[in-house]
């Protein structure tokens, strides 16, 4: 039996406009609780002397990360090389730099040529020893289509041509690794994409037109044992059992948008023919909305300090969204509001005021939607019916998707 364990979607820097600086450490407390994620499955990793130790791809925010992110995700690595725990990084959408000459925010170890780390940039297959026997690993990190793009043959493609061009050819290339597996050994596939079947979460409006959606039944291949894929944060399995196909999932969340999502990593014990997993918690930081709707209320300010000190929690990031009658407004104390919620870890306040020939909305900008324009659209169009948002929702990806 081989113990793995398998863990995904770091995002080093991302989530710290909820975070202030920790004058001690110099580090945004966000990226401390991002920090401490990721030391669960190293620590976990090591404590239980486990034989792999799988990264399945977007290490950062973005492929030129901050020395500081570099540093400190190299420190685990460092950790992993030291128990002597052979360790896979998969590329992913965010470490990608989209050039033709395919960098990625990766390249350094692979430079660095350490013996127990390896780095899969592209689709291979290769055999990772471990103490209790080698296991074959196929690899399909994120595929950019820069290089696609460099041959005459493909630039006049619409973007669902060039999709299913690479589709295609990323079959073509699984078949011909499947075809060389040795049937004796554990066999792995690793991955960081869309499968058409997995439940989405915010990271899909990240990705329109960049990632590419691979059918489910590519991955349902007897010679597999167990399929592992990156980039969906939401953990979930998507088929139990020959092969185990799944998201690891997230480590941390990010936003609001995470809120009712746990976080994790997976031990896997994994042996020919079988692979039997668990979801560990990483109990990442709670993200709390407290609602309150104040339109009927003759009790104004009690009626939201009652709700807020319902749902409070200490440590958590609350987000406190409260609808009020444009002549009411003046009858909120905010800043005994900031008093009852000064143990959370972050604020956040929206106010939505209503007045008698229209409803609008008063808001901090949530300067994270400026890379999500479909959740930013979306949330602009609160009070539209659903068809109509659905419709220009779907007219906003087609366009969006052109840009790419």
Known sequence: M????????????????YGSLNPEAGLNRRFEDFIAAL????NFAVDNKVDLAIFTGDTYKHATPEPVYQR??????????LNKIPTILLVGNHDVLYRIDGSDALDIYSTLDIESVTVFNRIELKNIKTKN????VISLPHITKSRLLAKKEYRNLSIREQDKSMIEKVKEALKGYLEKLDPLLPAILLGHGAIETAQFGAEQDLSI??????????????QLDYVGFGHIHRHQVLQEKNPLILYAGSLERVDFGEEKEDK????????????????????????????????????????LENEIKDKKQAGAIIR??????EEDTGHIDQEKIKSIL????????????VRKDRTYRIAELDTSLISQPLLALEKYLFDYTEEEKENLLKKAKDLISLLD
């Open 72 to 81: 400190e995700f190299a420190k685990r690595i460092k950790k992993l090389s």
């Open 39 to 42: 030391d669960k499955p190293i």
């Open 342 to 353: 000064s143990d959370s870890f972050a604020l956040v306040i929206q106010s939505e005021i």
């Open 133 to 136: 026997g080698p296991v074959q």
């Open 320 to 325: 406190l969204k409260y609808k009020i009658n």
């Open 2 to 17: 081989i113990k793995i364990v398998h863990f995904s979607d770091l995002h080093f820097g991302s989530g710290e406009r």
């Open 264 to 303: 994790g990593f997976i031990y896997l014990e994994l042996q020919k023919g079988k692979a039997k997993h668990e979801f560990v918690s990483t109990n990442p930081r709670k993200f709390i909305t407290v609602s309150c709707d104040l339109t009927c209320s003759q009790n104004l300010q009690t009626d």
């Open 209 to 222: 037109g960049k990632v590419l959606s691979y059918p489910l039944s590519f991955f349902q291949m007897p």
